[in-house]
């Protein structure tokens, strides 16, 4: 498939959804078709792989958190963003921010809350609740672009924390490993070939290659 080009994908009951080309990859949720094909064609002029969805139902049942098997083939795709709505019929994009927030599973993806009325305690409800940010409608090209970049540098500096984190275990397994577990008694020999009791045996190296092994 041409970069570009949209795939559609079909899931049980109805409903649109389409799958765009690479990197970012966000879950977009309307009601309204049109403001659905404006986030995203937005999206997609941004390089981000986009999912749409008509309502905050389709929404978790995209994810897996409606109790239903029957996106189960679907929710292995991994989300970095979900902007959604907030005026939306039966569940509101505040509703489906509560719920994803309560999700052991999805609570870390960042939820981005659009609407078309710049009502202040309706925004500070939302971001309380750990909206990431909100939009007010229409969205701007701008907007998007701006989300994006901060999305890439936190997951830019959250693999930056968990490289140092896996390097300096991994200084502190080799220090263990090579370090001797045996000091020389005053009755040991000191004959030349006690000096190998300083170097790790075959043994501890080999434990250190697994456990190396393990953190790549």
Same mark, same amino acid.
Do not use: W
């Given at each position: ?9 079909e899931?049980p009951?109805?409903g649109d ?18 403001d ?15 999912t ?6 389709r ?27 907030? &005026?939306?019929?039966?569940? +509101?994009?505040? /509703?489906?921010?509560? $719920?994803i927030?309560? @999700? %052991? ?9 659009m ?9 500070e ?6 909206a990431?940010?909100f939009?007010?409608?229409p969205?701007?090209?701008?907007d ?5 970049e901060?999305?890439?540098r ?8 968990l ?19 045996l000091?020389p &008694?005053?009755?040991?020999? +000191?004959?030349? /070939?006690?000096?190998? $009791?300083?170097?790790? @045996? %075959? ?14």
């Amino acid at each position: 498939m041409a970069v570009g080009d949209v795939m559609r994908m079909e899931i049980p009951s109805g409903g649109d959804m389409s799958v765009t080309s690479p990197e970012l990859h966000v879950l977009a949720v309307d009601d309204s078709i049109v403001d659905r094909k404006v986030i995203e064609r937005l999206l997609r002029i941004s390089a981000c792989k986009v999912t749409t969805v008509e309502s905050g139902a389709r929404a978790l049942q995209y994810l897996g958190l409606d109790g239903d098997k029957g996106a189960s083939g679907l929710k292995d795709l991994k989300v970095n963003l979900i902007v959604t709505d907030y &005026s939306m019929p039966g569940l +509101t994009g505040y /509703d489906l921010l509560k $719920k994803i927030k309560e @999700s %052991s599973v999805f609570r870390e993806i960042p939820v981005v809350i659009m609407s078309s009325e710049n009502i202040l305690p309706r925004i500070e409800q939302c971001l309380r609740e750990g909206a990431e940010d909100f939009l007010l409608k229409p969205v701007k090209l701008a907007d998007v672009k701006r989300i994006k970049e901060l999305i890439m540098r936190n997951e830019a500096e959250d693999c930056k924390t968990l490289s140092h984190s896996n390097k300096r275990k991994l200084a502190e397994y080799i220090d263990d490993a090579s370090s001797p577990s045996l000091s020389p &008694s005053p009755s040991s020999s +000191t004959h030349d /070939d006690s000096s190998a $009791k300083d170097f790790p @045996s %075959s043994k501890q190296m080999k434990s250190a290659d697994e456990k190396f092994s393990s953190l790549l």
